[in-house]
Nanobody, 125 residues
Framework: QVQLEESGGGLVQAGGSLRLSCTAS????????MGWFRQAPGKAREFVAV????????SYTDSVKGRFTISRDNAKNTVYLQMNSLKPEDTAIYYC??????????????????WGQGTQVTVSS
């Protein structure tokens, strides 16, 4: 098990940028494939991005491709989500979690564990 804490959310105008961080404690961070999800008001939590243990492999949901970048620094036990060209529809609570099976191909919420408390991102038009 790992404890995760997200930070970096806030209020930004459309077209702006934010960088989210997710810091882990517990077992060695480099053991985990890590993902970012988000949940908008009244909607289910959805997959955003995933990064492999070394950071060499990444995958994104179509709506954020070309705008968001997931990365990690294993020395700092941290995974990042750089969000550029933000849109009002990106408004959500953003969560990080570890993939239970060590796979970057999985995108379902129930395939992830040890969720953080989330960080709010609000994009104004």
């Amino acid at each position: 098990q790992v404890q995760l804490e997200e930070s970096g959310g806030g209020l930004v105008q459309a077209g702006g940028s934010l960088r989210l961080s997710c810091t882990a404690s517990g077992r060695p961070f480099s053991d985990y494939v890590m993902g970012w999800f988000r949940q908008a008001p009244g909607k289910a939590r959805e997959f955003v991005a995933v990064v492999s243990r070394t950071g060499s492999t990444t995958s994104y949901t179509d709506s954020v491709k070309g705008r968001f970048t997931i990365s990690r620094d294993n020395a700092k036990n941290t995974v990042y989500l750089q969000m550029n060209s933000l849109k009002p529809e990106d408004t959500a609570i953003y969560y990080c979690a570890r993939n239970a099976w060590g796979l970057t191909s999985q995108r379902l919420e129930n395939q992830y564990r040890d969720w953080g408390q989330g960080t709010q991102v609000t994009v104004s038009s």
